[in-house]
């Protein structure tokens, strides 16, 4: 009777440890065989809209920068809703000579510190100093590998995805922020 329990006590090790063996050896396996980009393009990850002005028109000078300003390099501004600060940065990018005055919100989709834009006069990404991502501005106006015209999307490091848009326009000599994701 001792020999029976003793051999199936064996069985359900032995069984258990070719489990967790065959399990280990075809992890990697499966993983290779999915494409991070992609899952990483699906994954929801709870961004919401702030609406700060419905339009130009009745947007307050603190939500703005004037161009001219723009033109001597990005500019840092905190957009104050409510309770709510968004960090945010305005620049103008230059594609062919044509200069597009944009904004995004600076805060690192990996980790949440602050990015530092990069470029010089006109932007053309940002990086995170905290793990190292780094952020490109499409600059074709057909897109960048699946990314939109301006968007500041993820070339290197642990980010998940692009910077947060900031919607601007632009008003007589002022571009103002409209909406910008958090």
Known sequence: MVDENRRETLKIFIGATAALGIGAL????????????ELKAKTAYGSIEVVLCESVDNCP???SVPIDELRKGPKFVLLKKGTMAIPAVFGLVNVGGKEYPVAYNTVCTHFGCPVNPSGGKYLIGFSCPCHGSQFIICTNPNGCDGHAFLEAYVSAG???RSLRPIKVAVKGDRVYALRAEI
């Open 26 to 37: 075809t992890t990697p396996l499966v993983g290779s065989l999915i494409n991070v980009n």
């Open 61 to 63: 000078e603190e939500y």
């Open 158 to 160: 642990p980010a998940p």
